[in-house]
């Protein structure tokens, strides 16, 4: 059963059009990696899908109603969403930004206080910290971690492994597939072989449009993918799955 879709969405923005007709429908379960090249879209699609951004035309649902009849707090309560630039107004404390996450969905998971979430997330020696004393990759699973703060049946992520360390990106790309067995999880990300290896569905995003959504074994062989990043992948089969090399322009 779809969750949340979109439904013939179009976004112009100051004269330009940065999705063009857009359908997409998401079920209530499953591990979504939304591929494409830089300025396809992709943010803009995800900005939909968690209600931060307005189409031009053209519709937003989660279940039979649409995504703007929804208050701030029902929807943050549904639909996590982990943007790709994240400032906080003030330059809180670790402990604060995840109670400040768990908050804005009206509070922590039954059961769980915000001490629970950061012992849950590895942040314990960092609660005490503020967001500007933070590296990259810590930013990134502080944010992460106020982002599931309330559980949210449905997870929005936007490269949220891009500023981390191949082992916590690993770690973080697993947590996400694996959240797809029983929720909804969407995760925009340019590393492909880790969206190939980890993720069921891959949504390729090209020029405002979706160019292809189809399982990670269809698109694999899919000559869209080389089309759409303008480059010729080799297509290699190892042991540990299934890896794209790029080497060189695109077949004419
Ligand atoms: N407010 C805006 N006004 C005009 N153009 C915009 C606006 N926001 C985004 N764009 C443009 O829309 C296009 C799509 O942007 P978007 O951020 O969705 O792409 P993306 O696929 O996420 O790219 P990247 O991989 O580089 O993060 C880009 O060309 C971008 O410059």
């Known amino acids: 059963m779809t969750t949340l879709a979109l439904h013939d969405v179009t976004v112009e923005r100051r004269g330009a059009r940065l999705l063009a007709g857009v359908s997409l429908a998401l079920p209530a379960t499953g591990a979504v990696a939304i591929v494409?090249?830089?300025?396809?879209?992709?943010?803009?699609?995800?900005?939909?899908?968690?209600?931060?951004?307005?189409?031009?035309?053209?519709?937003?649902?989660?279940?039979?109603?649409?995504?703007?009849?929804?208050?701030?707090?029902?929807?943050?309560?549904?639909?996590?969403?982990?943007?790709q630039h994240f400032a906080p107004h003030w330059n809180l404390s670790v402990t604060d930004l995840v109670r400040l996450g768990a908050e804005r969905g009206g509070g922590a998971v039954a059961g769980r206080s915000v001490a629970d979430v950061i012992?849950?997330?590895?942040?314990?020696?960092?609660?005490?910290?503020?967001?500007?004393?933070?590296?990259?990759?810590?930013?990134?699973?502080?944010?992460?971690a106020m982002v599931l703060a309330v559980d949210p049946p449905i997870l929005l992520a936007d490269e949220p492994g891009a500023s981390l360390d191949i082992r916590h990106r690993l770690a973080l790309v697993e947590t996400l597939a694996a959240r797809g067995r029983d929720r909804l999880c969407v995760v925009v990300m340019h590393d492909l072989?880790?969206?190939?290896?980890?993720?069921?569905?891959?949504?390729?995003?090209?020029?405002g449009r979706i160019v292809a959504d189809a399982t990670a074994d269809a698109l694999f062989e899919d000559p869209r993918l080389d089309a759409a990043f303008g480059v010729r992948f080799v297509r290699l089969a190892t042991e540990h799955g299934r890896l794209l090399q790029a080497a060189g322009a695109p077949p004419p």
């Open 119 to 144: 012992a849950a997330h590895n942040l314990v020696t960092l609660c005490a910290r503020r967001w500007s004393a933070l590296s990259g990759g810590e930013r990134a699973r502080v944010l992460l």
């Open 36 to 83: 494409g090249p830089n300025g396809a879209g992709k943010s803009t699609l995800l900005r939909l899908l968690a209600g931060q951004a307005e189409p031009s035309s053209g519709m937003v649902r989660l279940g039979d109603t649409p995504l703007s009849a929804l208050r701030p707090r029902e929807r943050a309560r549904s639909i996590g969403y982990v943007p």
């Open 193 to 207: 072989d880790l969206a190939f290896r980890h993720f069921d569905r891959i949504v390729l995003v090209d020029r």
